[in-house]
């Protein structure tokens, strides 16, 4: 099949050189418009498209396959090729999944005037399409080292879209897919930061060796991952079956402990003082607290279900994702992973606004206001991220590099590098 000329002549923009670039970019900029939708809905009844399951399945779902999907389909189309070992997927590819997302979003805001049919469809092909893509560099792996990827991640994303719409389309309330894919999400998250952590925490202790300071190195040990991963997928399960029982809520505090457990990989001294290990270690805290904030939930200890939600999907879900955006976000763009200031300050923001969100269920005749700061501390967040980084996807690579590859660091860049490890950020 012949592809339009339109397409090849819009594929050769830079937007569209690596499939984070597009998509990590969708993904910042839905940040803002979803929740700047959902805050005037809420404070100006401003009107929400009509969607299966209404306004809250409306905003669960653009969270989680608008803004988390893209997050999650540019990281693999990047990562899972540099895992493998494989080459890095072409322009056509990244365009093609963008189309696909943007037409997800368009569809599933019209779906109350034509029907569910094509948002399914588009959603739908984007996953399938897309563990259909990794699936065979994944298993070609002798040693299958990236399997979990697969197992604990792709493939029950897909089944969570798929539930999504088929209990949509015949008429149910759709929301129970919507709670397994917040848990689905979080497994991504730690088979993702397993992997950035063992990069950005040993660089930071390399950086404390270079000043003379005495400094381990840092593993992101199996067996506490492997724990941490499986007690998040039983009480997924059991949240999906047996929905805010008490066999549900032990689960959510075994969930807890095991992350608990797992943030003692991190405890390396004062490595956790640099800005991108300090990221990662309250990410996992955010995570952790949802979980026993679900579980406490479940048990009738008069906490919200909502302030677990929102600790992990506000908060370990947008601090991640902040994190990926620019580490891998810029170093596969050519640059060094971003020194500047604006990085930490919308790191805490994204923790104020999950904190501020967790705590609205309990501020009586406040919580309509703790739960707008919320909502403007997330849109702020991403609106930084949206003017520091998107200038990066959509021009071309400054440093001599092509296609994905990680930037070349020059003499310039590893001034940068330089700098950044031994005297801390710096404006570019």
Partial sequence: MRVPD??????????????????????????????LSWLGFLAAGIALPSVPGGPVAWHAHELLFGFGLAAVTGFVLTAIPEFTGTASFGSRIALAFSLLWLAGRMLFWSSGVI????????????????VALLAPRILRDPELRHLDFLLWGLAPLALTVI???????????????????????????????SR???????????ALRERGMDAGNYYSRPPRRNLALFAIAVYTAAEFFVPHTAFSGWLGLVAAAALFNQLNDWHVGRALFDRWSAMGYAMYWLMA???????????????????????????????STLAVL??????????????????????????????????????????ALLLMLSGLGWVAAFLLATFYLGGGWLRPRVDGGIGCEEVREGEAAVEVVHAFRVQGPEHE
Avoid: K, Q
């Fill in 115 to 130: 029907g569910v049919w094509p948002a399914a469809l588009a959603h739908i092909g984007l996953v399938v399409w897309l």
């Fill in 163 to 193: 539930g999504f719409y088929v209990d949509a389309l015949r008429g149910d309330y759709p929301m129970r897919w919507l709670h397994a894919a917040s848990g689905v999400m979080m497994l991504l998250i730690v088979l993702a930061m």
């Fill in 289 to 319: 607290l949802g979980y026993a904030a679900l579980g406490l939930s479940a048990l009738d200890a008069g906490i919200a279900p909502s302030a677990g939600t929102h600790l992990l999907t506000v908060g370990a879900m947008g601090l």
């Fill in 6 to 35: 339109w397409f090849d002549r819009l594929a050769a923009h830079p937007l569209f050189l690596c499939g984070f670039r597009p998509l990590f970019f969708a993904a910042a900029t839905y940040a803002v418009l979803a929740l």
């Fill in 326 to 367: 620019c580490i891998a976000g810029r170093i596969h763009a050519g640059y060094v992973a971003d020194p500047r200031s604006w990085v930490l300050f919308a790191a805490t923001l994204l923790v104020i606004a999950a904190l501020l969100r967790a705590l609205s269920g309990f501020a009586g005749e406040h919580a």
């Fill in 196 to 206: 950035i952590s063992m990069r950005i925490v040993n660089d930071a202790l390399e």
